[in-house]
């Protein structure tokens, strides 16, 4: 007994230990590709404000359908069961009762067609009004799949030249460390005064800051790129290259 609780306790304990890595594991950021094709693609199909505009054009739909039906002709049936008893026959004393079989179960089974022939323009107007309807409700959509594309696209774009920037300024913030060290090395000669390592310090920690923030935009960017795609939240957009090379107005126009 006394082996077997030791073993129980190793295996909680093992287990226990693998949780956080775990969870590590799922928390570790996945970076992925996409063109500007592909956020379009992506944001159609998971959207919810647009699965919401979607909703309103099967709703118009629907109720154009129904509205059509008016002209449609109605039919109405109806089936009833009945049950009578036997008779009795009496003379006017009350006296000579009298049993009269009689038939004791009925039924009754109508059929009713009906079809409106005038109704001064009430059901062609139902109708027009429900085509109305389902016509702004496809307008709403195009509109609002319009909006979220230009608005993904200024953020596709801001990323793009943010992530850029990135690039410059890990440059600037090797080239200044550098720099830095040679001017040390320099001071230690007698060939350079302490203001010039106090001047290259202070731009280097203005690099260092520029950086944070723009770290900070890229991952508010990214924030609101992978909700309104509905990417799973460790998803870590990298804007396509090639997107220099996009006519933006003609794309636009074109997915429009």
């Not at 379009?40 to 154009?64: M, P, R, W, Y």
């Amino acid at each position: 007994m006394i082996l077997i609780r030791s073993s129980i306790k190793k295996i909680v304990l093992a287990l226990f230990l693998l949780l956080p890595i775990t969870n590590l594991s799922a928390q570790e950021k996945m970076n992925r590709v996409l063109t500007l094709d592909e956020i379009f693609h992506l944001v159609t199909e998971n959207s919810k404000q647009l699965k919401l505009s979607q909703k309103g054009i099967d709703i118009a739909k629907k109720a154009t359908d129904v509205a059509k039906t008016s002209r449609l002709p109605s039919i109405d049936a109806s089936l009833s069961f009945s049950y009578l008893g036997d008779g009795t026959i009496m003379d006017r004393e009350l006296t000579n009762i009298t049993r009269a079989p009689m038939p004791h179960f009925g039924n009754n089974f109508a059929l009713e067609a009906s079809q409106v022939v005038f109704s001064g323009g009430a059901i062609s107007n139902s109708i027009a009004k429900a085509e109305l309807q389902e016509q702004v409700a496809q307008l709403s959509y195009e509109k609002d799949l319009m909006d979220i594309r230009f608005l993904l696209t200024g953020y596709y774009l801001d990323l793009y030249k943010l992530m850029n920037q990135r690039e410059v300024y890990v440059k600037n913030i090797e080239q200044t460390n550098l720099l830095i060290k040679q001017i040390k090395a320099k001071h230690k000669e007698g060939m350079a005064l302490n203001n010039d390592i106090t001047r290259h310090e202070l731009t280097l920690q203005n690099y260092e800051l520029s950086l944070i923030e723009i770290d900070n935009n890229c991952d508010i960017l990214n924030h609101h790129l992978i909700v309104t795609l509905g990417l799973p939240h460790n998803t870590v957009i990298m804007p396509d290259s090639m997107i220099l090379g996009i006519d933006l107005n003609i794309h636009c126009v074109f997915y429009g």
